[in-house]
């Protein structure tokens, strides 16, 4: 069972590992191409809060598959404490964050398709002005969870 456990693990931290290098090569491309950001400024505001999201929790998970790596082949380790709560309390904002841009940028797309001619639901500073509050949002509404002990360590799947 540990065999299995490792290297499902470890696929885990290789398709993780993939997915954080293509969503950075996609980022930068995206911020070196300034020229297509004009034209669509809130579309790409939008997607690159979604690859923020991505590159925030990418790590995250592959520290957490390589705790489960080193309890699974060293058992009597245990990674409980604050830090392991933190770490998880941001993997959750990261969550409400990804939901919440999923959310922002459907109501963006309904104010293309419905109000195309009403520019100040198009325009830059509402958007960037919620996805900052959206950050905010996530932050505050899972920090009684964090300061309550409701994020709990998982002692045999080495993680919280």
Same mark, same amino acid.
């Given at each position: ?8 693990? +470890?696929?885990?931290?290789?398709? =993780? ?23 669509? *400024?809130?579309? /790409? ?5 979604? /690859?923020?999201?991505?590159?925030? %929790?990418?790590?995250?998970?592959? =520290?957490? &598959?390589?705790? &489960? ?8 380790? &245990? ?5 392991? *709560? ?19 940028? +459907?109501? /963006? ?13 198009? *325009? ?8 900052? %509050?959206?950050?905010?949002? %996530? ?10 002990? =409701? ?10």
């Amino acid at each position: 069972m540990h065999r299995i456990n490792v290297v499902l693990y +470890s696929l885990v931290v290789i398709y =993780d590992i993939i997915g954080l290098c293509t969503t950075i090569f996609l980022f930068s491309i995206m911020l070196f191409r300034r020229s297509v950001i004009k034209t669509d *400024s809130v579309g /790409y505001l939008l997607a690159a809060n979604s /690859y923020i999201v991505f590159i925030i %929790a990418s790590p995250l998970f592959i =520290d957490m &598959s390589m705790n &489960s790596i080193y309890g699974e082949l060293h058992a009597n380790i &245990s990674f409980d404490g604050w830090m392991c *709560s933190f770490k998880l309390y941001v993997l959750y904002i990261n969550g409400c964050v990804h939901f919440f841009s999923f959310l922002l940028q +459907s109501i /963006y797309r309904f104010c293309r398709i419905v109000y195309p001619t009403r520019i100040v639901l198009r *325009s830059f500073r509402p958007y960037a002005i919620l996805s900052v %509050a959206q950050w905010i949002l %996530a932050a505050t509404l899972l920090l009684p969870s964090f300061c309550l002990g =409701d994020i709990k360590y998982l002692p045999q799947d080495y993680h919280c």
